[in-house]
């Protein structure tokens, strides 16, 4: 059964002093051709256009003193004023939220998304009242934030209803299920000497499943063991991890279920003597 379409396409718009920057991520690949579908909709705002002199001054020095160049409260005020009314207003910031698929999830479902993406040394500290929501895509810094809105336009984007071809595609992502994905392979059947995994050109479905839930935990374990603490585990889950080496006080931690109890064979019945 196909995914039902949304009513209404979700709109993302980004303030920035270079739109240039994400026009190719708006036009091209998924995004663009949701756009062309009328799943969703890129708007690119210039923060100059609202600059409010002949000279399209957007920034000026700190007060205090300091290094470089801060936006104008101003300048970004009128530009949200302008736009119709947003169900987020979003600001790049290192003390940001950090950007999950949680989050993402969440944003999927608005509406309309507004986000201010910073310059230089960021907006003036005003503007903070005029956001939502404070996000960060990671714990370094970049040059501005259009980068950033980048990512979130393909994250949230691509969670829309009708815009993966394969409706369930995104929920087998990494994160989606609280694990990383499980490898995935292609042909050849064999490549410098590494085959695809039998299991997998078997055809047996219940199999393949079962292959995949044990990568993807043996995945996480090896790469981001923190998400184990967080993730739907189940009692078949728990023992595939005590098989790959971890202790029962760990999976207590985790606040994983206890593994399936084993199958007690049943005794053969001893056959009856003739009296």
């Not at 201010?116 to 503007?127: I, M, P, W």
């Not at 207590?252 to 064979?265: L, V």
Request: hydrophobic share 45%.
């Amino acid at each position: 059964m196909s995914e039902p379409l949304a009513a209404s396409p979700l709109t993302f718009s980004f303030l920035t002093l270079f739109p240039e920057l994400l026009a190719p991520f708006a036009a091209e690949a998924i995004v663009g051709k949701a756009q062309a579908r009328g799943l969703v909709q890129v708007q690119l705002i210039n923060l100059r256009d609202f600059a409010a002199n002949k000279h399209l001054k957007v920034d000026d020095t700190p007060y205090g003193g300091g290094a470089g160049m801060v936006i104008r409260a101003d300048v970004a005020g009128r530009a949200l004023e302008r736009l119709p009314p947003a169900d987020e207003v979003i600001l790049f910031s290192p003390a940001g939220q950090p950007f999950t698929q949680a989050v993402a999830e969440e944003l999927a479902q608005k509406t309309h998304l507004a986000f201010l993406c910073g310059r230089y040394e960021g907006f003036d500290a005003r503007v903070e009242t005029l956001v939502t929501r404070e996000l960060s895509i990671g714990d370094f810094v970049m040059m501005g934030g259009e980068a950033a809105a980048a990512c979130v336009l393909e994250a949230v984007a691509r969670l829309r209803p009708g815009v993966l071809g394969d409706p369930e595609s995104h929920q087998m992502d990494s994160f989606s299920s609280g694990l990383l994905d499980y490898p995935e392979y292609t042909r050849p059947p064999e490549w410098r000497g590494q085959p695809v995994p039998e299991v997998l050109r078997g055809g047996h479905h219940a199999a393949v499943a079962a292959w995949r839930r044990e990568q993807a935990l043996t995945r996480t374990l090896a790469r981001r063991p923190d998400l184990l603490m967080s993730a739907p585990l189940t009692p078949q889950d728990s023992a595939v991890l005590l098989g790959l080496g971890v202790m029962p006080e760990q999976l207590t931690a985790w606040n994983a279920p206890p593994p399936p109890a084993p199958k007690r064979k049943r005794k053969p019945k001893r056959p009856v003597q003739p009296d």
